[in-house]
Every structure is written in C-alpha cells, then in structure tokens.
C-alpha cells in the first residue's frame, strides 16, 4: 500500500526526460570518444611498426637501387614464416617489378590504401612508401585489421551502449524523479496545511542535505516570521474586540435602564441607540469567535458527528426566520454522513449561512440545504434561487467585513469569514457555486474512516 502512494505521488514532469535524455548522450559521447582514443592508438602503433619495417630494408649505408632493395626484399620475405605485413616495388613509370599484391602506387609517406593479396575481395590497409634514388617506390603494407575489427564491433557496441544508456539514464532519471517529487510533496503537504490555517505546520528537513537543506531552513523561517505577525494580528484583534465590547455591555444596559425615566419620543431615541450598540456587540462577539477558531484556542468537543441530525435541527430552527424574510426553507436529501467534529460550530456555520439567505436575498426567494457524499467527502449544499454573487466577488466576500455588491442589508461582512474559518477548522473547504440562478454554498468535509468511529 505503501509503494502505491509512493506512485501515486505527483511527478516533475520533463525534467526526467530531460535528465534521462542528457544522460544517454553523456553515455554515448563517452562511447564516441573511446572510439576515436582507440582508432588513434591503433593508427599510431601500425604507423611505428611501418616505421620500423622501413628501417629493416632502407639499411643507412647499404645500396639503395631497386636490384639492391629487391634482393634484400627475398632475403627478408623468405625468412619469414608470420608476417603481417606485404612488400610492393613499383618502377619509376608505376609498373609492379617486386611483390605479388594488386594495387595502385600510393603517394609517399603515409596512407591508407586498397589492396587485393590474391584473395578476391579487396581488403584496406595502411601503407608507408619510400621513393628510392632512381625513382622507384618502396610501398610497405599493414592490413588494418584491428580497424577493421572496431568497424565490425562498432554497431554491436553502439547498440549496447544504446541500451545500457536507455536502462541506466531511464532509472536513475526514474530515481532522481522519484526524489525529487517525494520532497516536493512534503513541502506541498506542509503548504497545503498553511493554506487551511494551520500555522504551526513546518516543512520537514529529515534526510536533507546541501541546497535542500538550506531551501527548507529558509522556508521554515519564513513561515515562523509569517506565523509570529498573524498571530500578532490576532492578538490585536481580540484584545481591541475584548477591550470595546465591555464598555459597549455596560453603555447598552444604561440605555435600557434609563427608557423607564423617559417619555415616548426619548425612548424611540434610546431603543434606537440600543440596538445600535447591540449591534455593535454582535460584530465584536463575531470578531471574537473568528479569532478565536482561527488561532485554534475555541473551546472544542471534536467527535464523530453525523451530519442529517444535525441538519434537520438547524433548519426548523432557521425556518421560521426565513419565513419572516418573505423566503421559505426546504430540506433536500439527507444521506446518512458522519464527520469528526464540533456540534457547536457546525451548528453555527449552517446558522450563519441560512442567515445570509434570509438577509441578503429577496422575498419570495426558496433555499434547499441537502447532505451528500462524494468519494471521501461529505458535502453539504445550501442553495438558492436568489441573485448570487458574481464569479469575480467570491473570493473577496469570504473575507472579514467584505460584502457582496448586490447586498443593501444590514450586516458585519463577518458570517462568510466565521463559515470559512470553521470549514478550515475541521479540514474541510467552503465553495461558491452559481445555481444558475442563484449561489450554491457548498460544504466538504472529510468523512469519518470506519475505523475512526469510535475514539
């Protein structure tokens, strides 16, 4: 199971193609240079060896006429019962007057020649010639057979090495990718947590080395300054909501203490003032609540939660305040789902949304919230034929104190804020949908394993 999800993991794409690639070239560059080192040293030996040869018959001092060097050519030949090598002289107008191999005169010095020894196909060799005192020639003849054998290996040796270079570049590129995409899914994984909130997450350095080492030490103190200024935020954030809800407690309960020592028009003005300060309240209440999940620190019960009890509680709840709307609820399918979670805050998130419908869409408008499930998800989908909020917007009402552009009645800007803050905190996501017409919300949690059911 465990080389499954190692194979399930994402790859990097061409650079293992790429690296493969220039490893079959790198391979067959080595086997192109081995060639031309072993086709130089073979050249080089056949040429001394000529060399030598040479010396034997261009005796320094001896007589160098053709009668001299053909009568040394017999006495050399004859005693010789091996020999490599074939002797031609050529007269000075090209005719053959020493030897038995058919060949065209080679220029002098050194060359490579074409020649037939009585066998009918024609061979090649390599030949040195010496141009004596009365314009005949000395030819000496190697046959190149080494050469020639390295032609002959040469295409079984090519494909050889193709097919090293295909095994070996295609493994190790495998293995390099393999490598590779492992320690990018650990950094994805640890960046797939911060983006749901979870800023105590870091990206794991175990079995690192050199430039990954240093990139991951890097990253993680990145995230740590990031961590420290949210949580600052945070900090700040509550404090100034902490601070200014306890005066705006006690201003609203002098507000109410004091209408029974008014008359009726300085009462509309106090019940006016209440309701402004309990308003004021509720937003710093929910600024409260947001930091609190956000920074993990709301008191949680987390436990296998089915989801359709649940359901069904929140919308007779809710019915009614849609109904006053204008609006009206209907409950969709229920299929039997169970989450880990908390019932306070899921109670809350589906409030918070059915709340929105009855405050932000028109009368006469009709919500469904129905419970399905998706692969290794439960979804919960809260939909309404209202008028939506444009593709362009989704992303920014889920931000706190962002409303939608269509939206002219009161409110925080704080319910979708609340809602994606606890969807995040029970590793789950929340999803802007058009219902065409209307929005669909949509909610995914991770179900709850079978083995899980229990703790």
Same mark, same amino acid.
């Given at each position: ?374 692969? *290794? ?76 059911? *229990?703790?």
């Amino acid at each position: 199971m465990r080389g499954l999800t190692f194979l399930a993991q994402p790859r990097i794409g061409r650079l293992a193609g790429q690296f493969g690639l220039a490893f079959a070239l790198a391979m067959a560059g080595a086997g192109a240079l081995l060639y031309w080192q072993a086709r130089a040293q073979i050249d080089d030996e056949v040429e001394t060896s000529l060399r030598r040869e040479q010396a034997r018959i261009l005796v320094p001092g001896a007589p160098q006429d053709t009668a001299a060097i053909a009568r040394r050519l017999n006495a050399l030949t004859g005693g010789r019962v091996i020999s490599d090598k074939g002797h031609m002289l050529f007269a000075a107008d090209g005719r053959a007057i020493w030897g038995r191999i058919e060949m065209a005169p080679p220029p002098p010095g050194f060359a490579d020649v074409s020649f037939r020894d009585g066998r009918p196909d024609w061979r090649e060799g390599h030949a040195l010639t010496a141009r004596l005192p009365d314009g005949a020639r000395l030819v000496i003849i190697e046959h190149s057979e080494a050469v020639e054998n390295i032609h002959a290996m040469l295409p079984r040796t090519a494909l050889i090495l193709v097919i090293i270079s295909v095994v070996v570049g295609g493994g190790a590129a495998w293995l390099f990718s393999a490598l590779i995409a492992q320690r990018l899914a650990r950094t994805m994984a640890a960046a797939d947590a911060l983006a749901r909130g979870d800023l105590s997450r870091r990206i794991p350095d175990a079995g690192l080395d050199g430039v990954f080492a240093q990139q991951v030490a890097g990253l993680n103190r990145m995230i740590e300054r990031m961590a420290d200024m949210v949580h600052s935020q945070r900090q700040f954030a509550s404090h100034l909501a902490h601070d200014l809800r306890t005066p705006l407690t006690r201003l609203r309960a002098l507000l109410q203490a004091d209408r029974e020592h008014t008359d009726a028009a300085g009462r509309q003005l106090l019940e006016r003032a209440e309701r402004e300060c309990r308003s004021i309240i509720a937003i710093f209440d929910a600024l409260l609540r947001l930091s609190e999940i956000e920074a993990g620190r709301h008191p949680t019960a987390m436990a296998p939660l089915p989801l359709a009890p649940i359901i069904e509680d929140v919308a007779e709840t809710m019915e009614p305040v849609i109904a006053d709307a204008g609006s009206r609820l209907e409950l969709g399918a229920l299929f039997p789902a169970t989450i880990r979670g908390d019932v306070g805050l899921v109670h809350q998130l589906l409030v918070n949304l059915l709340d929105n419908v009855a405050l932000h869409t028109p009368a006469q408008t009709c919500a469904t919230i129905g419970l399905s499930q998706t692969g *290794t998800e439960a979804v919960i989908t809260i939909a309404d034929n209202g008028p939506g909020i444009a593709e362009a917007q989704r992303d920014r009402v889920m931000q706190p104190f962002e409303r939608g552009t269509a939206s002219n009645r009161p409110g925080s800007g704080l319910g979708l804020a609340i809602a994606d803050a606890i969807m995040r905190f029970h590793d789950g996501s929340l999803e802007l949908a058009d219902n065409g017409p209307g929005l669909a919300v949509r909610l995914r949690f991770p179900l709850l394993r079978a083995g899980m059911a *229990t703790f």
